[in-house]
């Protein structure tokens, strides 16, 4: 479990807490949703989860292993992988980028030859393990990124605004690679988001405002209230609006659900 | 009049309307924008700009010129702001055509007004200071500068969020009457603004006259991978469990023809 305990966070040569009084856990086999609008403090949360930055208060721990005390531990059950591949990614051939890591922890060779067709099959990128990396999409650079983060086959896995970048018709595939390889591995996710219909595919979700916790329940608790939904600035996608003016003509819909739950639901 | 014409695939661009190429990501829109920008050699057929081929007029021992009047704004364009100073960036391609200072400052103050920026505030600014959204508009304020009869935009909303993206939007139309635009972009939604739209699907170009018409005839684009609004999203999930929904209707008919279809199965039971 990662747990931060009113936990506060200060950035070197600031004068004003970016984090305040932050308590969260992330479970073992759970998808933890981070929500909240731009600087409210969601990537510095997922940051201090990794054990990147070290708590100014309180403390942060994986698995009870303290962050700051027994970082390096800590560090190997965390993956995390940010919102731009182009910062991420350090090596020319795909392969080599989703291996950098396992070379680095002195593994034999054919452990991490299965470790990487295991990674790049997850992301769907078998096959294409001797492209160069700065020729791929902006989509398939992302899934090296996160084929050489799942490569270390980290415990918990946080994901900074994964799809920022990304153009909404490769944006769901490339999470439901990654909810797929989460429900094999039982791993612990954290999606850090400001998309709506992506908060809505995890179990529980912390609403962060002004480096606060503003909000903290199921995506029906903390979504369904409008002014928060509207306090934490969420993208809130046409389906939402869709399925409310179904609702209205009478089709007993749920709220802002995909389109495919859609459909299930009203061909039912 | 005809200003442009792509014979590999029977594209043509009138003086001043607006046309948009709509495919799906990875169906070839920036290679045909570089094509008829001539910044890349059409892979079938010729691009002709007010009807001559001006990669053809070539003379011996001399470059190759490409028509100045064809303007391209690149994807991501903000990104390769690079002056000191907005005024410089947007002055850019304007002090090519060795044009009077007056003349100059004319074009970079008009170019700035039409993106909706104050020349006063912004001129001296560093680009790089300014929000994404707004470096997008200084970028597309260099191309403006340069007033071309063809300004081609690809994919110019992307990466922009929904706020910012249709502000973008409403900055285009007053320019239509000054150049033709050629608007490439995944979405239907936005490609259906057009005089007339180019839909890319399956390696060939179909032409579709108006948005109405476009968003009607939605059962064609599902195979081509756009992007449509939610409701012909919905509707095409819906045929493919069984559901028989109206032809040839707009959104909102759409939505009701839903609610109906749903209202019959529900009595029947």
Known sequence: ?268 | MQVLEHSGNGITVDKGEVVSILGAPGSGKTRLGLELAFLRRPEVGLVLFQGENPLARKRSMQPLKRPREVTMLVQNAEDQLFARTVFDDVAFGPRQLFLPDAEMERRVTGALRAVRLDPAEVRDRSPFALSGGERRRVALAGVLAMEPVVLILDEPTANLDPRTRNEFSDLLRPLRHKSAIVWLTTSAREASQADRIYVLGDGHVSEVHGGDELLRDWRRLIPTGVELPAVFELAGALERRGFELPADVDSADLEDGIVTEWQRRHHDR
Not at chain 1, 78 to 88: D, T
Not at chain 1, 146 to 158: D, F, H
Request: glycine share 8%; hydrophobic share 40%; proline share 5%.
């Open chain 1, 1 to 268: 479990m990662i747990l931060v305990d009113n936990l506060g966070y200060r950035y070197p040569k600031q004068t004003e807490l970016a984090l305040r009084d932050v308590s969260a856990r992330v479970d073992p086999d759970e998808v933890v949703g981070i929500v909240g609008p731009n600087g409210s403090g969601k990537s510095t949360l997922g940051r201090l989860m990794k054990g990147l930055l070290w708590p100014s208060e309180g403390r942060a721990t994986v698995d009870g292993l303290d962050t700051r005390t027994h970082g390096l531990e800590a560090r190997r059950l965390v993956g995390l992988v940010f919102q731009n591949p182009n910062s991420q990614i350090v090596n020319a051939v795909v392969e080599q980028e989703v291996a950098f890591g396992l070379e680095n922890l002195g593994l034999p060779p054919e452990d991490i030859r299965r470790r990487v067709d295991s990674a790049l099959n997850s992301v769907g990128l078998i096959g294409r393990e001797l492209e160069e990396c700065y020729r791929l999409s902006m989509a398939d650079k992302q899934r090296v990124a996160l084929a050489a983060v799942i490569a270390m086959e980290p415990k918990y896995l946080i994901l900074d605004e994964p799809t920022a970048w990304l153009e909404p018709t490769v944006r769901w595939p490339l999470l439901e690679e990654v909810l797929r390889w989460r429900a094999e591995r039982r791993a612990g996710l954290v999606l850090v988001t400001h998309r709506m219909d992506e908060a809505q595919t995890c179990d529980r979700l912390y609403g962060m405002l002004d480096g606060r916790v503003e909000a903290q329940g199921t995506p029906e608790d903390v979504l369904q209230d409008r002014t928060i939904r509207a306090k934490l600035a969420l993208d809130v996608p046409e389906t939402f609006e869709l399925a409310a003016s179904l609702r209205a003509g009478g089709v007993p819909v749920a709220e802002g659900t995909s389109i495919d739950r859609l459909a299930e639901r009203i061909s039912a």
